[in-house]
T-cell receptor
Framework: DADVTQTPRNRITKTGKRIMLECSQT?????MYWYRQDPGLGLRLIYY???????NKGEISDGYSVSRQAQAKFSLSLESAIPNQTALYFC????????????????FGPGTRLTVT | RKEVEQDPGPFNVPEGATVAFNCTYS??????FFWYRQDCRKEPKLLMS???SGNEDGRFTAQLNRASQYISLLIRDSKLSDSATYLC???????????FGKGTRLSVIA
């Protein structure tokens, strides 16, 4: 089973609808992130959470909200979807303590392709 | 100036060629550096970390030049399977999120 899962994998919705994207992880990591990726713009950070009680805005948080329901779950909501939120959305996790080696590594989920019409 | 800048490419190279990518970063206080690989419509995955002394993993070599604030990735003996987008990634500290470049696209041609 995948360590980081995202649901749904694909979603088409209409302008103005509320939609939630969910992310679950079995890696036991404290840190979780939501990114969106658009052609030519790369990965842009929406929100991140360093533990269950910690939520931080990223580069492009307007129009989005998040909920950290548990260590393993981090949801992204679009309260009123608009067409320019059409993108590929990735959830990622990383470990809390630096330790040695690749402890900064972020593990990404497979992505959710969202289309807002 | 963007925090992490990369040439978007595409770099089209024949199999067996050597190809190098550079990446520049704006914050001289950055502490950690990485290369991630992303296949088309897939999630990014860590390729290798970049250490001050440089490091090598098989056909891949990463270098860091702190004075000039750039990072490089060298791929020797390119394979068709190396075709992907390579993301340069920088971190200021462990308390701040990673900053991703927009990526450099590589196509290895038979």
């Amino acid at each position: 089973d995948a360590d980081v899962t995202q649901t749904p994998r694909n979603r088409i919705t209409k302008t103005g609808k509320r939609i939630m994207l969910e992310c679950s992880q079995t890696k036991g990591h404290d840190r979780m992130y939501w990114y969106r990726q658009d052609p030519g713009l790369g990965l842009r950070l929406i929100y991140y959470s360093f533990d269950v009680k910690d939520i931080n805005k990223g580069e492009i948080s307007d129009g989005y909200s998040v909920s950290r329901q548990a260590q393993a779950k981090f949801s992204l909501s679009l309260e009123s979807a608009i067409p320019n939120q059409t993108a590929l959305y990735f959830c990622a996790t990383s470990d809390r303590d630096p330790g040695q080696g690749d402890s900064y590594e972020q593990y990404f989920g497979p992505g959710t392709r969202l289309t807002v019409t | 100036r963007k925090e992490v800048e990369q040439d978007p490419g595409p770099f089209n190279v024949p199999e067996g060629a050597t190809v190098a990518f550079n990446c520049t970063y704006s914050n001289s206080a950055s502490q950690s550096f990485f290369w991630y690989r992303q296949d088309c419509r897939k999630e990014p995955k860590l390729l290798m970390s970049v250490y001050s002394s440089g490091n090598e993993d098989g056909r891949f070599t990463a270098q860091l030049n702190r004075a000039s604030q750039y990072i490089s990735l060298l791929i020797r003996d390119s394979k068709l399977s190396d075709s992907a987008t390579y993301l340069c990634v920088v971190s200021l500290t462990f308390l701040t999120p990673l900053v991703f470049g927009k990526g450099t696209r590589l196509s290895v041609i038979a």
